[in-house]
């Protein structure tokens, strides 16, 4: 498992979790697990790959590093994210399936 860090603006994470997701689903990935934590103005999203390849592609699309790695594995202006709804009580973020409805 290969698990990418991504840095979001807090003002941005909605739009960007959307581009994530829009982009994951284009892309025919799969995470296995997406984990989120508050750092000043900003939200860190970890979300675990089962392949490289498709951690490689994600780091580089949405400018991510492996979590122990500080530096950015590519080279995105603006970083943007799926659909993703939060478990109650919880700091994980749940993939959205297919059929799951627009109730996000």
Do not use: C
Request: glycine share 4%; no cysteine.
């Amino acid at each position: 498992m290969d698990s990418i860090r991504v840095r979001i603006r807090a003002a941005e994470f909605s739009a960007t979790v959307t581009d994530i997701s829009e982009w994951l689903d284009a892309n025919g990935y799969q995470p296995i697990r997406y984990r989120y934590d508050h750092h000043e103005d900003a939200v860190l999203v970890t979300v675990d790959f089962p392949a490289k390849a498709a951690a490689e592609a994600f780091a580089t699309r949405f400018d991510g590093a492996w979590p122990d790695n500080p530096e950015p594995f590519g080279s995105v202006e603006r970083r943007s994210a799926p659909a993703i709804k939060l478990r109650p009580n919880r700091r994980e973020l749940l993939p959205r399936r297919r059929g799951d409805g627009d109730a996000y």
